[in-house]
């Protein structure tokens, strides 16, 4: 009976395990196609998108097609390089196929920003099924490489400190932030199976807060709030307890380790983040020192599943990317508090 079953070669799973990726078409092939690599950036109009698109560009090798939906990203975050003979924007929703040829692509696409995400959940977990389907189907159909940018809320509210790549999470199936969670942890799913299916060649981020220019300033998240408010003379809104923490990541840093997470030989997942840990208030005080010394902050009702805690563990980043963060908060704050001035319009 067992070695019946076992003879059955065609229905063993091992069969499908570990098969050649798919090769690019003949004509990348050809001596006359071009030298450049063509690169997909779903939600490239975003706040990390926009930068990683600048990086891409300004390599000077590389034709970069983005796609955008607009929901969160912005025409205004790309305006340099609109026009550019190496560049193309498209207005396209990833929850509906796409059809372009192109030899990596990197999956950003979907709000990050927790009022954003919950705003239209279904949307949101949408966009992480099946956009990631219908991009995985993409890869698998142009050989492309494909790195996903998961998130450290797949840890949930951890119940591991410092989060290790290992760490299977804490995390709420049925809450309001689930859409989001669940999503990315069901894209990181997708991810490994059509690898150990269909052999596609994935890399997987874990990115933890990251925070620079060209956040939107009603973005939600708490530093954009923060500056934006302190700037405006607004009272910071520092949500129960305060004494939660996060780890913050400058967006200059966040780039270097996608890029180099793109061109290395491991499929991750790998976290990417900044181990420097605050709470919020000592944020909060943070950018009253920066932006204004009178600011103030009140204690203001929570969310519900708000992690109590996050911090990442990058010895893999550190050992297989050569990566780590070279930005302390204290040096990213100014930056950041720069550009929002200039967009407000507040010169004091
Ligand atoms: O005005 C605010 C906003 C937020 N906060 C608090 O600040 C902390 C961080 O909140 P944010 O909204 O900035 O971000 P979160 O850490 O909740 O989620 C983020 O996690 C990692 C990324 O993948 C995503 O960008 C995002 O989901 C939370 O404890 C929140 O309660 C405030 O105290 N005041």
Not at 47 to 72: C, K, P, Q, W, Y
Request: proline share 6%.
């Amino acid at each position: 009976m067992g070695d019946n079953a076992n003879s059955n070669e065609s229905s063993s799973p091992s069969l499908h395990l570990a098969r050649s990726p798919p090769q690019p078409s003949p004509i990348r092939l050809s001596k006359f196609a071009s030298q450049k690599m063509r690169i997909l950036v779903t939600g490239g109009a975003g706040f990390i998108g926009s930068h990683l698109v600048d990086r891409l560009m300004e390599a000077g090798t590389n034709e970069v097609i983005v796609a955008d939906n607009f929901f969160s990203g912005t025409k205004d975050n790309l305006r340099r390089w609109i026009g550019h003979p190496d560049f193309e924007l498209l207005r396209h929703d990833v929850t509906e196929p796409l059809l372009v040829e192109v030899d990596q692509i990197y999956h950003l696409a979907c709000p990050a920003s927790p009022i954003f995400y919950k705003y239209n959940p279904v949307k949101t977990i949408k966009t992480n099924v099946m956009g990631t389907l219908n991009m995985l189907g993409l890869a698998k159909r142009v050989g492309a490489r494909i790195l996903l940018t998961s998130t450290s809320e797949v840890y949930g509210d951890p119940l591991e400190h410092p989060q290790k790549e290992e760490y299977w999470g804490n995390v709420n199936p049925i809450g309001v932030r689930s859409c989001y969670d669940e999503g990315k942890r069901v894209a990181e799913t997708l991810m490994f199976d059509y690898h150990r299916q269909h052999g596609i060649e994935i890399r997987i981020a874990r990115i933890f807060n990251t925070y620079g220019p060209r956040m939107n300033i009603d973005d939600g998240r708490v530093v954009s709030n923060f500056i934006a408010q302190a700037l405006r003379g607004e009272t910071m809104t520092v949500q129960a307890p305060g004494s939660q923490t996060r780890s913050f990541c400058y967006v200059s840093d966040l780039v270097d380790g996608l890029i180099k997470l793109m061109a290395c030989d491991d499929t991750g997942p790998i976290n990417l983040g900044n181990p420097g840990e605050f709470t919020i208030l000592e944020l909060a005080e943070a950018v009253r020192e920066l932006v204004d010394s009178s600011a103030k902050w009140k204690v203001v009702d929570n969310t519900p599943d708000d992690p109590r805690k996050r911090k990442p563990d990058i010895t893999k980043a550190k050992s297989i990317l050569k990566w780590e963060p070279k930005v302390a908060l204290r040096d990213g704050l100014p930056l950041m508090v720069e550009d929002f001035r200039s967009r407000l319009g507040i010169h004091k």
